[in-house]
């Protein structure tokens, strides 16, 4: 069972920058690979990046590719999400997830998921 919690969401103008966390529960922590999704008002859920369980692979979603860096550190049971140059059209709910299988694009693939975190970017 892993637990999610994201923080370091808030209120930022286009062409800023904030880094999200999500802080893990659960000794399998370093087993599991890590992702985020985003959901907008009246959009589906879309992906963002996601990390393997070893920190050497990396999969980022189409409108993020250049901007976003998703890391993490099992030490600290935590995954990052650094947002760089952000758009209007990066507002949205963050969702940090876990996977027992890959680091892949799909909701489905994964098993756990956080509250969300709220980003909001303003003009």
């Known amino acids: 069972q892993v637990h999610l919690v994201e923080s370091g969401g808030g209120l930022v103008q286009a062409g800023g920058s904030l880094r999200l966390s999500c802080a893990a529960s659960?000794?399998?922590?370093?087993?599991?690979?890590m992702g985020w999704f985003r959901q907008a008002p009246g959009k589906e859920r879309e992906f963002v990046a996601a990390i393997k369980w070893s920190g050497g692979y990396t999969n980022y979603g189409r409108s993020v590719m250049g901007r976003f860096t998703i890391s993490r550190d099992n030490a600290k049971n935590t995954v990052y999400l650094q947002m760089r140059s952000l758009k209007l059209d990066d507002t949205a709910v963050y969702y940090c997830?876990?996977?027992?299988?890959?680091?892949?694009?799909?909701?489905?693939?994964?098993?756990?998921w956080g509250q969300g975190t709220q980003v909001t970017v303003s003009s």
């Open positions: 997830v876990a996977s027992r299988s890959g680091y892949s694009a799909y909701v489905s693939d994964y098993d756990y």
């Open positions: 659960g000794r399998t922590f370093s087993t599991y690979a």
